[in-house]
């Protein structure tokens, strides 16, 4: 199996990742590399606590190295999914918002590493219960992703979003919308038969304490 690093590490999808390519790094990121790739290595084995603790080191190199915006955004996006997935929920949040904020001037307001960072969000919220704050990130994720042409790289992965955005919006007292939304899944995967998503999310442990 190949080793997952940041040299070689190339995953497309603007439901959860944009591409990440980094074949010459600068000196102010190479000190962050290895524990980066120690990090992408435990999550790839499951064990988040561990990725945690190396996006953590990673985090606190680069930002002492003087990484640029980008590599910064990247670490703490993958540090605050590590931090939700051991049930730091709302130092996964600041995380992940850090993230965003971040991100949002570098990438402009369409692209896949922005909307991976609104998806996130918006499984976060939902996996706390937090339906109605879920709604505004899907919407803004689903949005982003219909116009990134999700619906025809992806497009049962897109209805799945789909039916998550039906969820929280539900729950949190929007029915009209929310048939919208079922309805608009309903129709990518009438179009698509036979088709599987190409991405399945990971949603947050439903054991950790509320």
């Given at each position: 199996?190949?080793?997952?690093?940041?040299?070689?590490?190339?995953?497309?999808?603007?439901?959860?990742?944009?591409?990440?390519?980094?074949?010459?790094?600068?000196?102010?990121?190479?000190?962050?590399?290895?524990?980066?790739?120690?990090?992408?290595?435990?999550?790839?084995?499951?064990?988040?606590?561990?990725?945690?603790?190396?996006?953590?080191?990673?985090?606190?190199?680069?930002?002492?190295?003087?990484?640029?915006?980008?590599?910064?955004?990247?670490?703490?996006?993958?540090?605050?999914?590590?931090?939700?997935?051991?049930?730091?929920?709302?130092?996964?949040?600041?995380?992940?918002?850090?993230s965003l904020d971040m991100e949002t001037p570098l990438s402009g307001p369409n692209s896949?590493?922005?909307?991976?960072?609104?998806?996130?969000?918006?499984?976060?919220?939902?996996?706390?219960?937090?339906?109605?704050?879920?709604?505004?990130?899907?919407?803004?994720?689903?949005?982003?992703?219909?116009?990134?042409?999700?619906?025809?790289?992806?497009?049962?992965?897109?209805?799945?979003?789909?039916?998550?955005?039906?969820?929280?919006?539900?729950?949190?007292?929007?029915?009209?919308?929310?048939?919208?939304?079922?309805?608009?899944?309903?129709?990518?995967?009438?179009?698509?038969?036979?088709?599987?998503?190409?991405?399945?999310?990971?949603?947050?442990?439903?054991?950790?304490?509320?």
């Open positions: 199996m190949m080793k997952i690093t940041t040299l070689t590490l190339i995953a497309c999808s603007a439901l959860l990742v944009g591409c990440a390519h980094q074949a010459t790094p600068s000196a102010s990121v190479k000190p962050a590399i290895p524990d980066y790739d120690q990090g992408l290595q435990a999550e790839a084995r499951g064990d988040f606590a561990a990725a945690r603790e190396a996006f953590w080191r990673a985090w606190t190199k680069a930002r002492e190295g003087g990484a640029t915006p980008a590599y910064k955004s990247a670490v703490l996006y993958n540090w605050g999914r590590m931090a939700g997935y051991t049930c730091n929920w709302t130092q996964g949040e600041r995380l992940l918002q850090e896949g590493a922005l909307s991976k960072r609104l998806f996130e969000l918006a499984r976060l919220h939902f996996d706390q219960g937090h339906f109605a704050l879920a709604a505004g990130f899907y919407e803004r994720a689903v949005a982003m992703a219909e116009r990134l042409g999700v619906g025809q790289s992806d497009p049962i992965g897109l209805a799945n979003a789909q039916d998550d955005l039906a969820q929280s919006l539900q729950k949190s007292g929007q029915a009209d919308k929310a048939t919208a939304a079922r309805a608009r899944a309903t129709a990518l995967r009438t179009q698509h038969p036979g088709q599987r998503a190409r991405f399945v999310p990971r949603h947050y442990p439903k054991s950790c304490p509320r």
